[in-house]
């Protein structure tokens, strides 16, 4: 087998990037995982898949995306980049800015991030600004910032970033044998990531590349669901830090794939999200951060509301991994238990002593 050479390389045909400014650190081919746990919960003999995007080098989807935009900004001449972010975007905006030789400035919430993401970002060198106020608020300053001084912004509005996020539904029709599934599940904050598979799904259909499209199921945290609601959310609020988004930047686009797709966004709670989150570590061994868990959440709140005949394929995808967000996993998991140094002891907790 060849190595994978990163998404770009992989799917150059589809993606506008000369060999020589590539930067990557060999994103994508992640993992389409079964998880037959979830599909008997679903029931109807459908069959559940997990894309695992939190195996990508960073550990979240992002890298999709970043490896587009520090690669174009390459291309441009760009020396230095900015975000805003809830924590992945920037981790994965420094490591690739770093991979590139150019500069990265991140804006986070104060106080508002996962401990796994923020320690990225601090590790890769980037110069990471805490804003007093929300996402929202960063990501006004980061858009003003790149308008009016020679840096690049790497959010999600960038549109390279949404080129690369959509080979993500390319890997899901080939690990299906050439066929796109029947819905596609995915948690939603800023909406670039459910754009983002709806051009790709569309993409290959226009080209005759597969012969259906999926059903886009977005899901939002009901502490944060302006899409839902219709109207921005001020004050964000979810232990699902990574959708902790109140005015999505790609909000119209999330819209027209859901109607295009005849699909739907609808809201989870942060106790749907948990139980979620622990089923699929505990039940299937896939440990993904608190938001991915957001998009199985939603199949287990719509799995009898679909009208499912029997033998359809779904597939939710989890953008980010459960390392990501260590506390929280602590949090909702039992505690060690202390034990004396002894074999006796050791067993008495382990229920082994006759």
């Known amino acids: 087998m060849g190595a994978w050479p990163g998404l770009i390389r992989a799917y150059h045909d589809y993606l506008d990037v000369p060999d020589e400014h590539v930067v990557t650190l060999h994103e994508g081919n ?29 550990g979240s989807f992002k890298d999709r995306g970043m490896t587009m935009a520090i690669s174009k900004a390459k291309q441009d001449g760009s020396k230095a980049v900015i975000c805003a972010s809830t924590g992945n975007t920037s981790a994965a905006a420094a490591a690739y800015a770093t991979r590139a030789g150019m500069k990265c400035y991140v804006l986070i919430p ?33 858009i003003k910032i790149s308008r009016e001084h020679p840096v690049t912004l790497v959010n999600s509005i960038n549109p390279h970033r949404i080129q690369g996020q959509k080979t993500v539904a390319f890997e899901v029709i080939e690990q299906l044998g050439g066929k796109a599934p029947d819905y596609h599940f995915l948690p939603v904050g800023n909406a670039g990531n459910i754009t983002a598979h709806w051009m790709g799904y569309t993409e290959w259909h226009k080209l005759g590349r597969v012969e259906s499209r999926p059903k886009m199921m977005g899901f939002q945290a009901a502490g944060a669901a302006p899409i839902v609601l219709g109207h921005p959310v001020e004050h964000p609020e979810t232990i699902a830090t990574a959708i902790r ?7 119209k686009q999330a819209e027209a794939a859901r109607d295009e797709s005849g699909g739907t966004i609808d809201m989870v709670t942060d106790e749907e ?8 570590a505990g039940r299937e061994g896939v440990f993904c951060e608190p938001a991915s868990a957001a998009s199985v959440a939603g199949l287990f709140k719509y799995a009898d509301k679909l009208g499912l005949s029997g033998g359809e394929t779904i597939v939710c995808t989890l953008t980010g991994h459960g390392l990501k967000d260590p506390d929280r996993a602590i949090a909702v998991s039992p505690q060690p238990t202390k034990v004396q140094a002894t074999e006796e002891a050791v067993l008495a907790a382990m229920e082994l002593t006759e």
């Open 245 to 251: 988004i109140g005015n999505p930047a790609s909000w």
């Open 110 to 142: 104060d106080g508002k991030i996962a401990l796994g993401k923020l320690s990225q970002a601090m590790m890769h060198g980037a110069t990471v600004l805490q804003v007093h106020g929300n996402f929202d608020d960063a990501l006004k300053l980061v």
């Open 273 to 280: 999200i948990i139980a979620a989150y622990q089923h699929l």
């Open 30 to 58: 992640t993992p389409l995982i079964p998880v037959p746990g979830v599909a008997e919960r679903v029931g109807r003999a459908v069959k559940v898949y997990v894309k695992f995007d939190g195996m990508n080098p960073t």
